[in-house]
T-cell receptor, first 120, second 115 residues
Framework: GAGVSQSPSNKVTEKGKDVELRCDPI?????LYWYRQSLGQGLEFLIY????????KSGLPSDRFSAERTGGSVSTLTIQRTQQEDSAVYLC??????????????????FGPGTRLLVL | AQTVTQSQPEMSVQEAETVTLSCTYD???????LFWYKQPPSRQMILVIR??????QNATENRFSVNFQKAAKSFSLKISDSQLGDAAMYFC????????????FGTGTRLTIIP
């Protein structure tokens, strides 16, 4: 079946502009995660959505970052007033709903190809 | 907080030989998952293998196997019969078993395959 998709693949923007990054998870996956991969910081967690629960925003680096997940499926990560340090690859992942009785595959996060953001 | 350490920034191996990538982690939890992901130049993070902490048996997936030492908090990846397509960044990752938790990643090991 189709995997996690992300768009755009690459984005170049000027400092101070807003950008939106999109993630389309695997059909049926209720959990969705955003991570950032940058040269200096490695892979870091940004935000997590699980079904209709309030998202875990504990990884967002500043209030310029926000994310939405509409209808429990597609998610958009928005960065306002971009800065050069926001340049990174933004990765999205999804997984099945967690359930005590089901197998380990539900615990596995499947990643999209990422969006490479360059802020000039 | 959990941490994951990969002490080998780069490794290389001759094609068809065996290579082992190291990973150690720190946690106070007893129930968790460990993963190895591969990231080729295409940027796609691909799951290589996973290990449930409550299982004593080491996970294997074809040419890939792990050596999971829970007491030592060590989780190494062995790649047998290395192939050119194995060239990539390899990330070790940890996840608590409290529902859908975030992954904590190591800094990665870049693996080069020598023809």
């Amino acid at each position: 079946g189709a995997g996690v998709s992300q768009s755009p693949s690459n984005k170049v923007t000027e400092k101070g502009k807003d950008v939106e990054l999109r993630c389309d998870p695997i059909s049926g996956h209720t959990a969705l995660y955003w991570y950032r991969q940058s040269l200096g910081q490695g892979l870091e967690f940004l935000i997590y959505f699980q079904g209709n629960s309030a998202p875990d925003k504990s990884g967002l680096p500043s209030d310029r970052f926000s994310a939405e997940r509409t209808g429990g499926s597609v998610s958009t990560l928005t960065i306002q007033r971009t800065q050069q340090e926001d340049s990174a690859v933004y990765l999205c992942a999804s997984s099945l709903a967690w359930d005590y009785t089901t197998d380990a595959d539900q615990e596995t996060q499947y990643f999209g190809p990422g969006t490479r953001l360059l802020v000039l | 907080a959990q941490t994951v350490t990969q002490s080998q920034p780069e490794m290389s191996v001759q094609e068809a030989e065996t290579v082992t990538l190291s990973c150690t982690y720190d946690t106070s939890e007893s129930d968790y998952y460990l993963f190895w992901y591969k990231q080729p130049p295409s940027r796609q993070m691909i799951l290589v293998i996973r290990q449930e902490a409550y299982k004593q048996q080491n996970a294997t997936e074809n040419r890939f196997s792990v050596n999971f030492q829970k007491a030592a908090k060590s989780f190494s990846l062995k790649i047998s019969d290395s192939q050119l397509g194995d060239a990539a960044m390899y990330f070790c990752a940890y996840r608590n078993n409290f529902g859908n938790e975030k992954l904590t990643f190591g800094t990665g090991t870049r693996l080069t395959i020598i023809p």
